[in-house]
């Protein structure tokens, strides 16, 4: 079975991107390996789509919870008293959100591949 097809099995959620960069380190690991990184990278991953929908909403309810959604609490806080910077960071957000939250994810799966002696 290839990689691909062995971490959609486990998790069917995952986008396409994640799949891209999980096949590199996939073949490393054995099946139940496989198995418990996939429950420990689930629970730590964030949607990008969900981002996105937390930046949109700041144009019509309270700006930067999407900051607060990736754990960026300081500019959240900034984002809160300033509109979003005055929509400008809100607007940035919208337009560099999914590339933010697939660039968390990738780092959260490196830390747990460490786990299992993979950079």
């Known amino acids: 079975m290839s990689n691909h097809y062995r971490f959609y099995a486990y998790y ?3 986008t396409s ?3 891209a960069f999980m096949e590199l380190y ?3 690991l054995t099946e139940e390996q496989a198995k418990e990184f996939i429950a420990l990278y689930n629970e730590s991953r964030l949607d990008p789509q969900t981002y996105m929908l937390l930046a949109a909403l700041g144009f019509i309810f309270t700006s930067g919870t999407q900051r607060f959604y990736i754990g960026e609490w300081g500019v959240g806080i900034l984002y809160m008293f300033t509109c979003g910077l005055f929509g400008i ?5 919208l337009a560099t959100g999914k590339e933010r939250v697939l660039n968390l994810n990738h780092e959260k799966a490196k830390r747990i591949f460490a786990n299992y002696g993979t950079p």
């Open 12 to 14: 069917p959620k995952i």
């Open 17 to 19: 991107e994640e799949v």
């Open 26 to 28: 996939m073949p490393r």
């Open 89 to 93: 960071g809100t607007i940035y957000d």
